[in-house]
Every structure is written in structure tokens, then in C-alpha cells.
């Protein structure tokens, strides 16, 4: 028996057969990736490898994106749009989901605006949408309630 610990998953793999660890090799092994690039980017799964390596990012990058809670994929739209992980730690305190920010920065949008959006009671990625389609907060607020007759 063999054991082993990667990440979040431990494995046991015996010579009854395959455990666990042979459904990783061979999801990873689908993405052209082997057991020494799952060790070396550790802990991302095969298919956050596969992606943040077609994009260009390092695993130190993923990473540190993963530190602060930005997946993969926002990761590599944060990097094009010259966002760094710190920028993110102020859209997170202030109640936002960290891939908030890199939605926010691909629409233009500061702090400041998305919260004033959030009070108006529309979630970041509806209001990001909004703001690219050029809708104002204002515009947005009268067509939510534009023939809602709140006194029927």
C-alpha cells in the first residue's frame, strides 16, 4: 500500500487495483500533463494546470492568484488586464468575491462604482454588463422599476 498526500486529496493505492490517484494521472495525463507537472504545480488540479500553462501564467503565479482566492481562469484575464493579487484584497474587504475585481477591471469599473451599484441592489457581474453595455446606475435603477407599481 502506498500513500501519498497532494493538496487536499490523500491517496491509497493498493495492488487490489487502482485507487484515486490513477483518476488524477489519467485526467492529467488527457491535458498532455505527467505526475511531475502535477507535483510541480501543486496544488492546482489538471485541467487549472492545462489552462494557466496555455495562457502563459507560471505555477508561482497560479499560485499566489490562488492565495488570494482568484481561480485559474480569472487569474489569466487578471494578468491581461495588468491587475496584480493585491488589487484584489480591497474589493474582497469590502464584501466582494476576489474574482469581482478582474470582472470590475474588464468593465472599467472602481471600488467606489461597484459598491454604489451593490446599494442599488444589483450584483457585481449584472452591473459589470450593465456598465459595458452603457447603462449608468441611474438609467439601470429607473428601467428595474419602470412600470413595478409598488403601492398595488
Do not use: C
Amino acid at each position: 500500500m502506498r500513500r501519498r498526500v497532494r493538496g487536499w486529496l490523500t491517496v491509497t493505492q493498493t495492488a487490489a487495483g487502482p485507487g484515486p490517484e490513477s483518476y488524477e494521472l489519467a485526467e492529467a495525463r488527457g491535458y498532455g500533463l505527467t505526475a511531475g507537472d502535477l507535483r510541480r504545480w501543486d496544488p492546482l488540479s489538471a485541467i487549472q494546470i492545462h489552462w494557466a500553462r496555455k495562457h502563459g501564467l507560471s505555477p508561482d503565479d497560479a499560485r499566489r492568484w490562488a492565495r488570494e482566492g482568484v481561480g485559474v481562469r480569472d487569474a489569466v484575464r487578471a494578468v491581461r488586464l495588468r491587475v496584480t493579487p493585491e488589487q484584489v484584497r480591497p474589493w474582497a474587504a469590502a464584501g466582494f468575491l476576489p474574482g469581482d475585481a478582474v470582472e470590475a477591471a474588464e468593465a472599467g469599473m472602481t471600488l467606489a462604482e461597484a459598491t454604489a451599484w451593490l446599494r442599488a441592489g444589483f450584483i457585481l457581474p449584472d452591473a459589470a454588463l450593465l456598465v459595458r453595455d452603457g447603462w449608468t446606475l441611474a438609467e439601470a435603477t429607473a428601467a428595474r422599476y419602470a412600470g413595478v407599481n409598488r403601492y398595488a
